[in-house]
């Protein structure tokens, strides 16, 4: 996973390329917008963790431009300004997430990693929790290896926890992407299906946990042992 | 202008001034129209004093008994007496007037009130002589009494009251501006700091005192500014070195330490966060259009603070919050108030157990419940005070956070409350008003 990092301060840069790379991310920094355009241009990269302000422009008008210019890559922008008006205007230049300073590097991590778990995303293809994994190419899953048989509403409702594995799915749109696969979409039927798929889940030792969030949505997470 | 201190009043100082003013104006007037009426009596008894001595001829009669009489009205304004023709008096009043010359058949004697006219002639009681008289002092005040009562005082009280009623009304609508503008300056607040008191419609008189004022309404607004933007761009320099503070503790080869400075972290990061939102707060004007969900804000509150919550073994959930509960509010303020009460929920809930968020329409409201040990009766009403610590909440947080819910529902005309959560531990609901 190839990652350019655009951030001015330099210490704050080697500490932030130390981490990722501790997990597993192959990191180029730049300083400067141009750096950061040169750099976009000569490689190919997975993502990009942008800094908001920059010694020669504004990082957000600099990526609503590319975005403008059709520039697809998965932008998680990094900021010292996190007033709530700051955040709305950090994602409306197109930015895919949004983190404040200070944060953690696992939070970045997680974030990061939830980028690339988007469809397109290059951990796209297979999702991993747990000792799950999840080929959305052949919508196929195995535990450790040995193949586990669900049901295609059970796959739909696995891909939509992975890809957000970590973070809260709105019961909204868990229920959007049941439907079609029964014929009443009652207000229990997801809660039928969850259970469904927990139980297959557990029988087969994925060490997936599905938590229940009530009147919110569910959440996937790696079981704690 | 204080109703209980009228002394203090402007209105009533003018008010009463003017009364005095308008007062000694027709006391003077009423003096000089008396006065003149006084010298015009010196001119009027000739033709009184004929017309009195036809009052006493026509009075003068023979008796029954064949002795002269005299029948006048009661309390005649005139002196009188009557002779015959050799001298004797007949009838006299107290203070009669003095002696005729002989020889004259008729005549005055005398100036202005010193005035008398006497006649001699036939009567009915034979020939006798009539003299008549005005030095009757008591006669002429009770003359111009007359006069005051009768001719002054009908024209004079009217407009005299009315010269009050008229001044008093003019007064309270001249002094109308100051309570506008009373009005308006009383609507400015660190929130609304740029409000400006109006300069138009304005007596010229106040205006360079309106115009001082909202010139020292500028210069404090703006030193409130800087103080605001410094909180704001001190808490934004703070960000980057804690950034770094925290990432190079991941890069720390003892994990303990490392856990335990990760915390020290968290807290400063938190209170930088406070501060922040306090800056933020200080300039918070709520909009008239601007609406908020409030069950959209409990799911994503619950949604951004659940990974958190579960990791810390702790679950949330969101009741109540199927169908839209909408107030006049501004969505990232309450966003915050709310992701304070449950991050306060989630850290005092024990455990293993739920911190409830739970919408209701009827009135609007949101409360967040915990399972925790709940809060004394004692402490609830320090609790939304900056800076406040209980006991239960030593070791985090500054105690920015519940003055911060505090401020954000004031600012949205809505009430905070804290009880005991049915089942054990705290309950904070804000109540929207209608």
Not at chain 1, 44 to 53: G, R
Not at chain 1, 56 to 62: A, H, L, P, R, T
Not at chain 1, 73 to 100: E, Q
Not at chain 2, 349 to 370: F, H, K, L, M, Y
């Amino acid at each position: 996973m190839r990652l350019l990092l655009v951030e001015d301060n330099d210490r704050l840069a080697q500490l932030v390329v130390k981490g990722l790379s501790e997990a597993g991310f192959t990191v180029d920094r730049v300083a400067r917008l141009d750096e950061a355009a040169a750099a976009l241009a000569a490689g190919k990269f997975d993502t990009v963790v942008l800094d908001l302000s920059l010694p020669d422009g504004d990082g957000g008008e600099w990526l609503r431009k590319r975005r403008a210019a059709g520039d697809k890559l998965p932008f998680l922008m990094l900021t010292a300004r996190a007033s709530t008006g700051d955040k709305v205007k950090g994602l409306n230049s197109g930015a895919d997430d949004y983190l404040a300073k200070p944060f953690e590097m696992e939070e970045l991590v997680a974030r990061l990693k939830a980028l690339l778990r988007r469809p397109g995303g290059v951990l796209g293809l297979t999702l991993e929790l747990g000792r799950l994994s999840f080929d959305t190419v052949h919508r196929e899953t195995a535990v450790a290896g040995r193949r586990l048989s669900l049901s295609a509403s059970e796959l739909t409702l696995l891909e939509l926890l992975l890809r957000r594995a970590g973070r809260v799915v709105p019961r909204r749109l868990l229920e959007e992407g049941l439907y079609g696969f029964d014929d009443d979409v009652g207000p229990n039927s997801l809660e039928a299906h969850v259970s469904r798929l927990r139980k297959k889940l557990e029988a087969a030792e994925a060490g997936v946990e599905i938590h229940t969030l009530r009147g919110v949505g569910y959440l996937a997470a790696e079981r704690s042992e | 202008m204080s109703p209980s201190q009228p002394f203090r009043s402007l209105q009533f100082r003018l008010a009463w001034r003017l009364a005095l003013v308008v007062s000694a104006v027709v006391l003077a007037t009423s003096f000089a129209i008396l006065l003149h009426r006084r010298s015009g009596m010196t001119d009027i008894p000739r033709e009184e004093l004929i017309e009195a001595i036809d009052q006493v001829t026509a009075g003068l009669s023979l008796g029954s008994d064949g002795k002269p009489q005299l029948s006048l009205p009661a309390n005649p304004e005139y002196n009188y007496a009557v002779a015959t023709a050799d001298g004797k008096s007949l009838f006299a009043s107290a203070r009669p007037p003095g002696q005729a010359p002989p020889g004259w058949s008729a005549g005055f004697l005398g100036e202005g009130s010193q005035a008398v006219a006497f006649r001699r002639l036939d009567t009915a009681i034979g020939r006798v002589e009539i003299r008549v008289g005005v030095e009757n002092r008591q006669g002429w005040a009770a003359v111009l009494s007359r006069e005051l009562d009768e001719e002054l005082l009908p024209v004079l009280l009217p407009t005299l009251l009315a010269a009050l009623i008229i001044g008093a009304l003019t007064l309270r609508d001249g002094l109308r501006p100051l309570q506008r503008l009373a009005s308006v300056a009383a609507g400015i607040t660190p929130a609304g700091s740029e409000r400006r008191l109006p300069l138009d419609d304005l007596p010229r008189e106040l205006a360079p005192l309106v115009h001082a004022i909202n010139a020292a309404l500028d210069r404090l607004d703006e030193g409130f500014r800087a103080q605001r933007d410094f909180t704001a761009d001190a808490a934004h320099q703070l960000r980057t070195p804690l950034a770094i503070l925290s990432a190079h503790l991941d890069t720390l080869d003892d994990r303990t330490v490392a856990a335990s400075l990760r915390e020290d972290v968290a807290r400063m990061s938190r209170l930088v966060e406070q501060l922040l939102q306090v800056a933020e707060l200080e300039a918070l004007t709520l909009k008239p259009q601007e609406r908020t969900d409030l069950s959209a804000l409990a799911r994503e509150v619950a949604e951004a603070l659940a990974p958190m919550a579960l990791t810390r073994r702790r679950d949330i959930a969101v009741t109540g919050a199927e169908a839209p509960v909408t107030v006049h509010g501004n969505h990232d303020s309450l966003h915050q108030a709310l992701r304070n009460l449950v991050e306060n929920a989630l850290h005092h809930t024990s455990e293993g157990t739920t911190v409830d968020i739970a919408v209701q329409s009827e009135p609007p409201s949101i409360s967040v419940s915990d399972r925790g040990p709940g809060i004394p009766a004692a402490d609830r009403k320090n609790l939304f005070q900056r800076f406040w610590r209980t006991e239960r909440s030593s070791g985090r947080g500054a105690g920015l956070g519940l003055a911060i819910v505090q401020r954000i529902a004031t600012a949205h005309a809505a009430r905070i409350d804290v009880d005991d959560a049915p089942g054990g531990g705290a309950r904070f609901t804000i109540r929207f008003a209608g």
